[in-house]
């Protein structure tokens, strides 16, 4: 099984809608990452959490560690097409070793 | 500041070949990871390189190497290509920050590598 595991695998939501993504991990986080891709392209770095209980936003996305730093949630709100893409999250294991989630594939109709 | 570039971005190889792949790093930057994305396994890492010396090291076969030169570009090769190998091979940099315990990656575009 996948040390990160991300739900859903993908989403299909109307534009204006709110929509969350889950990250979970089998070990504690002690760095979270989240990054968007458009297919075949690089990485778009998002955002990083570290601490348990952290929160922190960027224009409609909100990306949370909880408590137990196990999990993280994305939340984005007011979803546009741009919003469309691959949302993957990463895990430090070492420095600059990061491994990944499976990603879930977001849609976002007009 | 510009980005992280890989060369080239696109590679078509056969079997047996052997390839090597180009990452410039953001200027400052001093780290540099790899790694290979395919459909069935999803995102890999594959090493880094910090101070022309590979720090970390992934679960991948001796045919995967890299190296890192004093201006911190980054190479990787692969050697004796299989068609397994076909992937997206990505690579980041960092910059690291002493005391901090996370650091952020930022990616390149990618190669894609096709092995016929």
């Known amino acids: 099984s996948q040390e990160l595991e991300q739900s859903p695998q993908s989403l299909i939501v109307q534009e204006g809608k709110n929509l969350t993504i889950n990250c979970t991990s089998s070990k504690t986080l002690y760095g979270l990452y989240w990054y968007k891709q458009k297919y075949g392209e690089g990485l778009i770095f998002l955002m990083m959490l570290q601490k348990g209980g952290e929160e922190k936003s960027h224009e409609k996305i909100t990306a949370k560690l909880d408590e137990k730093k196990q999990q993280s949630s994305l939340h984005i709100t007011a979803s546009q097409p741009s919003h469309a893409g691959i949302y993957l999250c990463?895990?430090?294991?070492?420095?600059?070793?990061?491994?990944f989630g499976t990603g879930t594939l977001l849609a976002v109709q007009p | 500041k510009a980005g992280v570039t890989q060369t080239p971005r696109y590679l078509i190889k056969t079997r047996g070949q052997q390839v090597t792949l180009s990452c410039s790093p953001i200027s400052g930057h001093r780290s540099v990871s790899w790694y290979q994305q395919t459909p069935g396994q999803g995102l890999q890492f594959l090493f880094e390189y910090f101070s022309e010396t590979q720090r970390n090291k992934g679960n991948f076969p001796g045919r995967f190497s890299g190296r890192q030169f004093s201006n911190s570009r980054s190479e990787m090769n692969v050697s004796t290509l299989e068609l397994g190998d076909s992937a997206l091979y990505l690579c980041?940099?960092?910059?690291?920050?002493?005391?901090?315990?996370?650091?952020?990656?930022?990616f390149g575009p990618g190669t894609r590598l096709t092995v016929l």
């Open positions: 980041a940099s960092s910059r690291i920050v002493p005391g901090q315990g996370g650091n952020e990656q930022f």
């Open positions: 990463g895990a430090d294991r070492a420095t600059n070793k990061l491994i």
